[in-house]
């Protein structure tokens, strides 16, 4: 796990770019009724909106966060890495999917009065 602040940031960002491309296809293919080329392209300029939102939530509030639920479910002191590493990335995908389906609802819709029906 990371301690130090720039392991902390190496992981946020290893992260973000593993997830937010992935996303990005897989919402992607699901409005454009399956998988295709195109959506390669297409995502080339969603990508690095989404990027810049997920880092930022990453640093700011989900990895805090996310520390501090995964410690108080379990002890880190008494568990192995491997156990300690589990939780943190759930804890961390509990609060980024609600947060960054929200931000992509807002860019991609705007503030409307459907918001929380398009969220």
Do not use: H
């Amino acid at each position: 796990m990371p301690t130090t602040k720039s392991q902390k940031l190496l992981f946020a960002l290893l992260t973000v770019m593993i997830t937010v491309p992935l996303f990005v296809f897989y919402n992607l293919a699901i409005e454009m009724g399956g998988m295709s080329n195109q959506i390669f392209l297409m995502s080339l300029k969603i990508i690095p909106i989404e990027f810049i939102f997920a880092i930022i939530l990453e640093i700011l509030i989900a990895g805090p966060l996310s520390e501090k639920i995964a410690f108080s479910i379990i002890d880190p002191r008494e568990e192995k890495p491997y156990v300690i590493t589990t939780v943190m990335i759930c804890s961390t995908v509990v609060l980024m999917c609600p947060m960054m389906s929200f931000i992509v609802a807002i860019l991609f819709n705007g503030i409307t009065v459907e918001l929380v029906d398009k969220w």
